[in-house]
C-alpha cells in the first residue's frame, strides 16, 4: 500500500482555525491551509479549487506545496461568481456560458502548471428550480456541448464530471450516474469520465458498488471521493462512519475494476469543528484497513459463490466474520 496516493480538500483546514492560530484576524490563507494539511500523516496530494485557490503565482504556490511534502492531485472547477448562479455552462447568456467555458480552459491550463492531468467538474450551478424555467434539450445540450469544448481543448487532460441531484439548484443538470454516462457518451471524448462521490451516490438514491461497476461497463472511473453519510443531504462525515459495509463494497468494486486513482476525502470537518488534522488521519487509517479487508475478499471462494448465487445470508454472514471478527 506504500503507492497509494491519499488528497483532501483544502478548505477542511479552516476547522477550528482559531485553536490552530490564536492570533489570526480573519480567515486563514490558502497557504496557511497548505501549511496545516501537510502535517497529517500519510496524505500525499491537494485538489485545489479553481480559481479560488489561486491567490498567488502558480509557480510559487506550486513550489510552497512541494516544500512541504505535497502534490497536486488535480483541480476541481468553482464557477462561484454571482453572474452563474443560474448557470455556468447552461446559463441562458451566451456570453456567461462563454465566460464559463473559458474559465475552465484557464483552470486547466493550470493544472497542467501545477503538474497535474486531472480536472474535476461539479456543475452545482447548472440545472433548474421551477416547472416551466428551462427548454430541457437546450440545457442539456447546452451542458454537454461544453463538456465536449472543455474535453478536446485539452486531449492530455481527464475530464471528470462529478454529479450530485441538487444543491445549489434544485435540480441538477447531471444529478445521477445514468445522465452522467449519457452525456460521457453523447459527447464522445476519450478522456471524459466520472468522479463517484460516496455521499453524492447515496444522496441520489443509488447503490455505490452499482454506479462503480456501471462507470466500469460504459466509461473511466476517474477520481474518487471517500466520505459518507445518511443519504438525506451531502453530509460529508467521515469514512464508513455511517455505511461501513457499503463502503467496503463500494471500494472492492473499483479496485477489481482497476481503478489508479487518489483517494480523495471530500469530507466536512469544519461543519462541526472538527479537528482537520485528525480526520484526515482517520480517514486515511480507515481507507487502508478497508483495502486490507478487500484483499480477504479477492480469493474468497465462498464469497463468490454466494454472490454467484445470489444468497444474501450467506454473503452477509462471510462479510461479518471478515469485518468483525
Not at 236 to 250: H, I, R, W, Y
Amino acid at each position: 500500500m506504500s503507492d497509494l496516493k491519499f488528497a483532501t480538500r483544502l478548505n477542511s483546514f479552516a476547522s477550528g482555525a482559531h485553536l490552530y492560530w490564536p492570533n489570526q484576524q480573519g480567515k486563514p490563507s490558502v497557504i496557511q491551509m497548505i501549511e496545516r494539511a501537510s502535517t497529517v500523516k500519510g496524505l500525499t496530494h491537494l485538489d485545489l479549487n479553481y480559481p479560488q485557490h489561486i491567490t498567488t503565482d502558480i509557480r510559487s504556490l506550486r513550489q510552497r506545496i512541494e516544500d512541504v511534502g505535497l502534490a497536486v492531485n488535480g483541480m476541481q472547477m468553482r464557477w462561484d461568481a454571482p453572474e452563474f448562479k443560474i448557470g455556468a455552462f447552461t446559463n441562458p447568456n451566451p456570453e456567461i456560458r462563454r465566460k464559463a467555458i473559458e474559465l475552465t480552459k484557464r483552470g486547466i491550463d493550470a493544472g497542467r502548471e501545477f503538474g497535474s492531468n486531472l480536472m474535476t467538474l461539479w456543475m452545482g450551478q447548472d440545472g433548474f428550480d421551477y416547472c416551466f424555467q428551462a427548454d430541457y434539450k437546450k440545457i442539456w445540450e447546452d451542458a454537454v456541448s461544453a463538456v465536449r469544448e472543455v474535453a478536446e481543448y485539452a486531449p492530455d487532460v481527464d475530464v471528470s464530471i462529478e454529479y450530485k441531484p441538487n444543491e445549489p439548484r434544485a435540480y441538477s443538470i447531471f444529478p445521477n450516474v445514468t445522465t452522467c454516462l449519457i452525456a460521457v457518451e453523447e459527447a464522445g471524448c476519450p478522456n471524459l469520465g466520472i468522479t463517484l462521490d460516496f455521499a453524492h451516490v447515496l444522496y441520489a438514491n443509488e447503490i455505490p458498488a452499482y454506479a462503480a461497476a456501471m462507470v466500469s461497463r460504459r466509461s473511466r472511473l476517474l477520481g474518487l471521493d471517500c466520505n459518507d453519510g445518511w443519504g438525506k443531504r451531502d453530509d460529508g462525515l467521515m469514512v464508513a462512519s455511517v455505511n461501513p459495509k457499503a463502503t467496503l463494497e463500494f471500494l472492492w468494486q473499483m479496485q477489481r475494476d482497476g481503478y489508479q486513482g487518489a483517494y480523495y476525502f471530500d469530507t466536512f470537518p469544519d461543519a462541526s469543528g472538527l479537528d482537520p488534522v485528525r480526520e484526515a488521519e482517520a480517514n486515511i487509517a480507515t481507507v487502508k484497513r478497508l483495502l486490507k479487508l478487500c484483499e480477504k475478499l479477492d480469493d474468497n471462494q465462498a464469497l463468490r459463490a454466494a454472490i454467484g448465487e445470489q444468497d444474501a445470508v450467506a454473503s452477509q454472514l462471510i462479510i461479518n466474520d471478515i469485518m468483525f471478527s
